[in-house]
């Protein structure tokens, strides 16, 4: 690792550094991902795991180096960011490989189901696009018009760009708008995504935080047998008439 960097875009944070996974490791990881290529369709552009049940590497053998590395950075980037990284605790929620074919792109997008999301390239060939750009929520310049002269806001300002190498790790707010661009290469690009979710650790209890995820370890799931779902024409009057009869009392400042 010869740098880290934490690029500020408006509002958001984005962590880019460079790893350098032993080289026995980083075979192992390209060996699985290559081996992918079989019962992928050569004429699919973008092969995603994580929605062709693919999606936990994290507990593969050939991919623990890579999820250790990713475990302390993510400490690093929340450390930076203002979290009290004590009382938090991070899980592994998803992670699977990505493989990009010659003109292969990814529209833009988030990961809802996260926190924070890390992708990491294992093979890019240089010079062959499918860079990540990253689209700010908060435009500083609006497109429109003024006294009929139309103008159209610098992307410059709202956009930010990375090329990927082999190596290269970028950690950023799940929430952040990002895609890829048109991939131009002869051989494939592999890279790998992680989602990470984030609540309070199990030592602090259920009450001692507000707006964030408590621990599962205090969660709860419905009971597996649901109750009969009565239809409404079959419900009881007394029923029916409970619900008909109740109104809202919309309250205007």
Known sequence: MSFLK??????????TTDLSPPEVVMSEMIDYVQRLHTPVDKDDKVYLGDVLDNASLHFRDEFSWLT???ESLVNVYLYKAG?????????HQKSWPVITQNQGFIKPHTHPNADLSCVFYLQSPPDSGGNIFFNSPNDLL???????????????RSQYGIKPFPGL???FPSSLEHRVSSYLGNSPRYSITYDIFITTKSSLGPGKSENFVVHPSYWKEFLSEK?????ESKAPNSYNE????????????
Do not use: M, T
């Open 6 to 15: 934490i690029h500020n875009l408006v509002s958001d944070n984005i962590l």
């Open 68 to 70: 250790s590395q990713i």
């Open 83 to 91: 979290f009290d990284v004590d009382n938090i605790a991070c899980f």
């Open 142 to 156: 609006k497109e429109g018009s003024i006294n009929g002269k139309v103008f159209h806001g610098s992307v410059s």
């Open 169 to 171: 790790l970028c950690i």
């Open 227 to 231: 109750p009969e779902v009565i239809p």
């Open 242 to 253: 409970s619900c008909h009869n109740r109104s809202v009392d919309i309250i205007s400042d």
